[in-house]
């Protein structure tokens, strides 16, 4: 198989970034671009110079709507999510060029081999005041860590945690190998059911590394704008600077050399 390189994979990145963004605009889904993927947008007007993925974010609703059109529709990317892929151990689900397969030492500890696309990170409703949003959310912390232990094929040291972490990460480790991904995930997405995104004025993202730093006032989501992204535009949530200043501080800031790296580990190939 041949490799693919960093700058091939951000434009098969881009690419279905574009048809997903095709399909949400021509059936009415909302979406926004979120993470190193809004830093870009705003700081760059395109891809962080050192990252190299793109994430995006649809409320519960939107996306319930988006995974029932394809579903139904041919489009040119695979949707994988667990409801569709046992093997798949995340909350988040993922838009993959299906020419295209990725291999990680670490993770992927059934071999899914899942290609390069982007992200979705959903928003769920969590609460009526922050307080009892970060209780929410943090009520299924636990069950959480474990869903990502999960997925590990072997132990591993951490590329961004510091030293004193190692114990508890080889505990989840050891703890995650007898778990079932279809159950843990249906058990956690149980819980959250009841909380309907469009009755709670703050919302959160499970999946988010910032954990409950990506709480949010649903407001954010009220209304989208257009933002440039390598020389294209596309739907941002018109509360992107609440969100960037809530989860990053001072997003315009460079951060120190040293952490300009990508974190990933895999390496993706052509079939």
């Keep these: 198989m041949k490799e693919i390189s960093i700058e091939e994979m951000k434009q098969v990145e881009l690419d279905v970034l ?15 671009i979120v993470g190193g993927t809004l830093i870009g947008a705003v700081r760059h007007k395109g891809f962080i110079p050192w990252d190299d993925d793109i994430d995006v974010t649809m409320t519960r609703p939107e996306y319930e709507k988006f995974k029932a059109f394809c579903k139904a529709n041919k489009t040119g990317f695979d949707l994988i999510c667990n409801e569709l892929y046992s093997n798949y151990g995340y909350l988040f689900p993922k838009l993959a060029n299906p020419n295209t397969m990725i291999i990680d030492d670490n993770v992927d500890r059934y071999e ?97 590394d910032m954990r409950a730093r990506s709480i949010l006032p649903r407001n954010c989501f009220d209304d989208y704008v257009e933002l440039e992204f390598e020389g294209e535009y596309f739907m941002a949530m018109k509360g992107y600077k609440e969100y960037l200043t809530t989860l990053f501080g001072d997003y315009m800031q460079l951060p120190p050399v040293e952490k300009r790296v990508t974190h990933h580990t895999f390496k993706a190939y052509w079939k």
């Design 18 to 32: 574009r048809e997903f963004h095709k399909i949400c605009v021509e059936n009415g889904f909302h979406y926004s």
């Design 112 to 208: 899914l081999r899942n290609g390069v696309g982007l992200d979705i990170f959903i928003y769920d409703g969590m609460g009526n005041t922050r307080e009892e949003a970060v209780k929410r959310f943090n009520s299924t912390r636990a069950e959480r860590e474990l869903l990502v232990a999960a997925n590990w094929k072997r132990y591993f040291r951490s590329k961004t945690h510091a030293w004193y972490y190692e114990p508890a990460r080889l505990a989840l480790y050891i703890a995650s190998r007898p778990v079932n991904f279809t159950r843990l995930i249906q058990k956690i997405e149980k819980k959250y059911e009841k909380y309907d995104f469009n009755n709670y004025k703050y919302v959160g993202n499970l999946c988010s």
